[in-house]
């Protein structure tokens, strides 16, 4: 029971900015700061106007659908090329390997700032600027995902490769019914993660994105803030990353089972 | 091998092959687009350019302005305390709480897995804003529930103005976004534990504590490493958070930390040459802290 | 996921993309963006040109040009024209005048907009030149009416027709990389209401039975007046004004309005100027210690506008763009505020004294707006008949009067009525008159690529000084310690400037 208290309590605390934003959605501009959450003395105050300025005023839907595309080809891409090379580093001996896990790790650490102008310049030289191959490409290899996948493919266990190998099954065949029905747990993780790093990421499609019709979400909210300090439409602004966080949240209710089914299904059991 | 029908010729082939296939798409893309902007941003370091016709090598002598720079140094400092700080938070309080939503037991466990989820959800810039609201000197709930217990101090404490307080703010901040992730990495780490370790410890009389350290530890060592990296790898490049909270560097400079310096040397003076230099002494520290990190925790093995 | 993102990437990829339009926009201000999307047809009718408005995250913005800039690649990609800001545009003239990305434009400025008047009886103001249309002569504006002038063989041009000081800040050398689109003087305003409650006019000084405006030193006394009455009452948390502590903005201010720029056009450094010294002292004192009078409020405009609202802060820095803020956030405030002119450094003689022009200024400036044209851009007639359209017409700023309450830099349209209404946030007070009566006297701005380093320092050395007063230093030796840290500022800053400095 003490448990139960303890964990409420902490889920509350944790939530409390969440709340604030849900809170402010509703309210009006002057109420926003005036009361710490809803105006109790006023609720006939709470009003749904923020949400009707969002969709008359700005092109939500299209930073929605931009936003939406990006993400989940740039998850279902990193998540491929990911587990692909994790497994290949966790399960095969080949020549180069030390050197490009050297190189990875080399690059996890390069702080993404530095690299913007380079990075720029190397879109220009494609032709890319302005278009989505810019944050697909790139985006597609993520260091930091093979890493995590070579750390959860090291509990496939050997034999059950040898022995499906000894079955007649291909390489690739391996990979795609032996290796990530066992990460499966990982892969809801990695999966959920990425999409929403992928959502929320505002420098870099900021730079690359110039027409506004390919504005995603994050991009978009940002515009509304304006010049620093003056006008803010706060309530408006609480609305669109309430609509932004929505995606998210489905997300995540489909994936949680995931990795409580990832048990079941594992072969681990064997 | 033995020279067999073409069939298996192409089988021993594509398993002799395929690790390099695998590792392809990945490799492909990675050296294109990191690997190149990298180089280039070794040799932009190396140049003083106010324009496209206007560079002059100076060689290493960014570099050698910015060791000396004290203010380079304050940012180091900054950042270290910071991960340190961070680390020692993050990481035994997200896996004590991953644990506690894996058992068994508890109820309304995808609501109480979602409320700690839902900070990561909404991003880096919101974590800042909300964190500014809730740090408000006056009206912010914080201050507002520390003046309900002790009314005097409550309403004293300057989160974004002093500078004893603004790097536990920021520490704050970054542990209420990035506990849920961790959480959930942790959370699927420790749903690939063999169950059936558990109960064998069980019946050999192995204690909670026991069956922690001899069961569960070793089964989610590698996850733990990772994230251990890689919070390690988040805490020292830390700048968004602590540049929107503080809509600049904070008090004395206290919410500066490498990036920040970068980003103030590259993008608000304009210096990209001097900025990549900046970016380049990072990468080393943080090399070095990754490698001190691998092999303490036993990964070069694997190498 | 996959399906998702299959279903997404079809709906994405039937929509049609936008034209390419003929003049290309970046800005970075909604208002703006509004205020623009008015006018365009009219500008699209006129001339035939399509125009492309890009709305930008101001960083990104910034990023970006950068970028461009530093690769000297730019078919297709630069805009024609960009507007920045103030604190932005120092790091664009870090390269020497013939590099500079943006085009100067003293010809274009200097060449078009002339005055012209229909007939004699034609309003005017002190000062103008304008050519008669009836006789193509320059006529002259002086005490009321308008005089022949045979010595003038041009009317007055846009760059005649701006706030002189406004330009300062986006040249270099000279050459004018930016037209201002705002002024920004900045006034005081307060809490009528709790300050009449505590019997003290903020805004008079009697002296030997007239009255003058207060210098800062007397403000502060009357409000350490003001606190103390509320104290004693035991209101908590009344505090008398609002000035930032962690960030410089406001010291930077008030050390305009005292004619003391940190880093000047040619580089040198004035943190140590005996004025520099002594208002940073002042205005440590001011945030902290014993005779405390300011607070700070939490970053963003609700916060501030909720502190002003419950009357934890009962005095504030008003530039005319602060407003705007008020009236959304704070309505409730409507009839309680006053303004009146900043206070003073330096004593001012009885009304209509002469003041020298070394002491300070009425008022100060916060901020600003540029719109300039790229060096690449390949059609600048066109840009500049934009800026024209979008800046210099009545439809622009009366918009840009009301989204963002700014006044324009241009001085004719001080006379539109938008500018002479009553406040009812002010209790009818004609607030834009008292930025108008002031705007003249804004002093001169200058950026340079190390202006925000010079910012930063002084706010570094700000920080030293408060802490120093919380540890309980005497205030006595509160000068000397700003001098020392300020000179420890600077030696560090200048070791930037001269490692940078390029030229």
Redesign the interface.
């Known amino acids: 029971m003490l448990l139960h208290a303890l964990l409420i309590m902490l889920a509350l605390g944790a939530l409390t900015p969440f709340l604030w934003l849900i809170c402010a959605c509703f309210k009006e501009q002057q109420d926003i700061f005036a009361s710490a959450f809803l105006p109790w003395g006023q609720l006939g105050d709470l009003t749904l106007d923020n949400f009707r300025v969002l969709f008359d005023r700005e092109p939500i839907g299209r930073w929605l659908f931009n936003s939406l595309f990006l993400s989940s080809t740039l998850t279902v891409l990193v998540v491929t090329t990911s587990s692909l090379a994790g497994f290949a580093l966790a399960k095969y001996r080949f020549a180069g390997k030390r050197v490009l896990m050297g190189m990875m790790l080399a690059t996890m650490v390069m702080p993404g700032v530095v690299l913007i102008p380079s990075s720029w310049l190397l879109m220009y030289k494609l032709g890319w600027l302005n278009s989505y191959a810019a944050i697909l490409v790139p985006g597609a290899a993520s260091s930091f995902g093979t890493f995590l996948f070579m750390q959860a493919m090291k509990s496939v266990p050997d034999e059950l490769l040898q022995a499906a190998r000894v079955d007649g099954c291909s390489e690739l065949r391996l990979w795609w019914e032996v290796a990530l029905p066992i990460v499966r747990p990982m892969i809801a993780a990695f999966t959920l993660l990425t999409f929403i790093g992928a959502w929320n990421s505002y420098l870099w499609p900021s730079i690359v994105l110039q027409d506004e019709s390919k504005h995603t979400l994050p991009i978009g909210l940002a515009t509304m803030v304006g010049l620093p300090g003056v006008n803010t439409q706060y309530g408006v602004l609480m609305a669109g990353t309430f609509l932004a966080v929505l995606p998210v949240m489905v997300l995540f209710f489909v994936l949680q089972r995931d990795f409580i089914s990832g048990l079941a299904s594992g072969a681990v059991k064997g | 091998m033995t020279r067999g029908t073409p069939r298996q010729r192409l ?1 021993s082939l ?2 002799r092959y ?3 296939l ?2 392809l ?6 050296c ?7 180089a ?2 070794v040799v ?1 370091s190396l140049f ?7 560079s ?1 090598f100076v060689g290493l ?1 960014n570099y050698g ?1 910015l060791l000396r720079d ?2 380079f140094w304050l940012s180091v400092a900054n950042t270290v305390l910071f991960t340190v700080l961070f680390l020692i938070l993050q990481v035994p309080l997200s896996l004590g ?1 991953a644990m ?1 939503l894996n058992s068994e037991r ?2 309304f466990r ?18 800042a ?13 914080v201050n ?1 529930a520390i003046a309900g217990v002790l009314p005097s101090v409550g ?1 004293e404490i ?1 989160w ?2 002093d ?1 004893r307080f603004a790097m536990p703010a920021v520490v704050l901040a970054a542990l ?1 976004l990035s ?3 961790a959480m ?2 942790f ?3 420790l ?2 534990v ?3 370790l558990y109960e064998a410890a069980a019946v050999d009389g192995a204690g909670r504590w026991a069956r922690f350290r001899h069961v569960t530890l070793p089964g989610i060592r ?2 733990l ?2 994230l251990v990296l ?1 919070g390690t ?1 988040y805490a020292l ?1 830390l ?2 958070l602590p540049y929107v ?9 206290a919410g500066m930390t ?2 920040g310096y ?3 040397n ?7 040459g ?3 230099a ?3 002494v ?2 080393v520290l ?2 070095i802290v ?1 490698f001190v990190q ?1 092999k303490a925790g036993g990964a070069t093995r694997e ?1 | 996921m996959l399906c998702l993102s299959v279903a997404s990437g079809v709906v994405v990829a039937v929509r049609r993309g936008p034209a390419k339009a003929d003049v290309r926009l970046w800005l970075y201000s909604e208002e703006h963006a509004r205020a623009y999307r008015e006018v365009l047809p009219a500008f699209s009718a006129q001339t035939g040109k399509s125009v492309g408005l890009d709305l930008i995250p101001q960083q990104s913005l910034n990023t970006r040009l950068v970028s461009l800039f530093m690769s000297g690649r730019t078919e297709g990609e630069l805009p024609d024209l960009v507007e920045l800001e103030i604190a932005d545009v120092g790091k664009y003239f870090r390269p020497t005048v013939n590099e500079v990305g943006l085009l100067p434009l003293n010809e274009y400025l200097g060449n078009s907009g002339f005055r012209e008047i229909a007939g004699l009886s034609a309003p005017g103001r002190e000062g103008d030149n304008a050519r008669c249309q009836a006789d193509r002569r320059i006529y002259t504006f002086r005490s009321g009416r308008w005089v022949f002038n045979p010595d003038r063989d041009r009317p007055d041009a846009w760059i005649d027709r701006i706030v002189p000081n406004r330009l300062s800040a986006w040249s270099k050398q000279g050459l004018i990389f930016g037209v201002p689109l705002d002024v920004h003087p900045v006034t005081l305003s307060y809490r009528q209401d709790l300050w009449a409650q505590a019997g003290i006019d903020p805004e008079w000084v009697d002296e030997a039975g007239a009255k003058r405006r207060p210098t800062w030193r007397e403000f502060q006394k009357k409000c350490l007046d003001f606190q103390w009455f509320w104290a004693s009452r035991g209101v908590r948390d009344r505090h008398a004004m609002e000035l930032f502590e962690s960030q410089p903005d406001m010291l930077v201010c008030l050390l305009l309005q005292r004619r003391v720029t940190v880093v000047d056009e040619t580089g040198a450094l004035h943190l140590t100027d005996a004025r520099t010294v002594q208002t940073v002292a002042f205005y440590a004192q001011m945030v902290a210690g014993q005779r405390r009078v300011a607070v700070e409020s939490a970053g963003g405009a609700g916060p501030w506008a909720n502190d002003i609202v419950q009357g934890n802060i009962c005095a504030f820095l008003t530039p005319d763009w602060r407003l705007a803020d008020l009236r959304q956030y704070a309505p409730q405030l409507m009839g309680k505020l006053r303004m009146m002119p900043l206070p003073r450094f330096e004593a001012v003689g009885p009304a209509g004294g002469n003041v020298p022009d070394m002491s300070d200024a009425p008022t100060s400036t916060w901020g600003g707006t540029m719109i300039g044209v790229t060096r690449s851009c390949k059609h600048p007639d066109d840009a500049w008949k934009l800026i024209e359209c979008l800046d210099f017409s009545d439809t622009g700023i009366e918009s840009r009067a009301r989204n963002a309450n700014s006044l324009p830099a241009l001085r004719d349209y001080w006379d539109k009525p938008v500018f002479h209404e009553p406040d009812p946030l002010f209790g009818g007070q004609r607030t834009f008159e008292l930025y108008i009566e002031l705007a003249d006297q804004a002093p001169a701005r200058q950026e340079t690529w190390s202006s925000t380093l010079g910012r930063y320092g002084l706010g570094f050395a700000l920080n030293q000084c408060v802490a120093y007063l919380n540890k309980g230093g005497p205030p006595v030796g509160l000068e000397d310690y700003a001098a020392s840290q300020l000179k420890r500022v600077e030696a560090y800053v200048k070791r930037c400037i001269d490692h940078g400095t390029f030229e």
Do not use: C, K
């Open positions: 089988w594509q398993h395929s690790a390099y695998f590792v798409p990945f490799a492909a893309v990675f294109a687009f990191f690997l190149y902007p990298l280039q941003s932009l003083r350019s106010v324009g496209p016709r206007q002059r002598d302005f004290p203010l709480l506690l508890i109820w995808d609501v109480l897995r979602f409320a700690f989820f839902a900070s990561y959800m909404v991003g880096n810039v919101f974590v804003v909300i964190f500014m609201v809730l740090l408000a000197q006056r009206t912010g709930l507002r309403s300057n974004r103005g500078a209420w506990m849920g992730q959930i990495y959370l699927a780490a749903q690939a063999d169950r059936d590698p996850v490493l990772y890689v790898i490049q700048f968004e909270f503080f809509q600049g560097f904070g008090p004395r400079f490498v990036v970068l980003f103030m590259g993008f608000l003076a304009g210096d990209i001097y900025a990549a900046a970016g380049w990072l990468f943080i090399s990754a691998l190498f």
